[in-house]
């Protein structure tokens, strides 16, 4: 893929596809609160982790599909504010994508720290998408470790996320 694929961040919003297809198919929909990997902590509708109010999910909370819908559409809109921040490269939709829903689950916080900004940033792609598959524990568990049951999800999603990176490498 050339860079004339690519587009400053600023000019960039996720697509109806990967809210879809990235972030509610994987996160799944609960109407009551959950707790989704032991250690974690409990998330609601579509893995929302915070109230409307901002304040934490707790263990009782019930949502319906909409207002869930709603939650995690905010959640996104801001994840992307922060992410237009620090991410100077040029993307594809798909890159750009991929790291709204990474920090959709490990926060822009996280995301803006880790080697997938800092190498993108440097124009080094592949670099950047190989970063995603630092991200394989939940807690202290290595969630990589085949068979488990425990958090399988977590690495089946950062394997995802490199795939689909990689893929507009070519």
Known sequence: MTTTNRLMVGLLSLSA?????????????????????????????????????????????????????????????????GIKRCVTAPLTQVEYDLMVDFSYQYGVATLCKSTIVREANALRYRESCAGYLKYKKAGDFDCSTPGNKRCYGVWTRSLNRYTRCMGEQL
Request: charged share 25%; glycine share 10%.
């Open 17 to 81: 596809a990967a809210f879809v297809g990235y972030i509610a198919a994987p996160e799944g929909y609960t109407d009551r609160a959950v707790i989704p990997v032991k250690g974690d902590r409990p998330t609601v509708g579509f893995g929302s982790t915070f109230r409307d109010d901002g304040s934490p999910v707790q263990i009782g909370d019930t949502i319906t599909p909409v207002p869930a819908i709603k939650r995690a559409l905010a959640h996104v809109q801001k994840d992307e504010r």
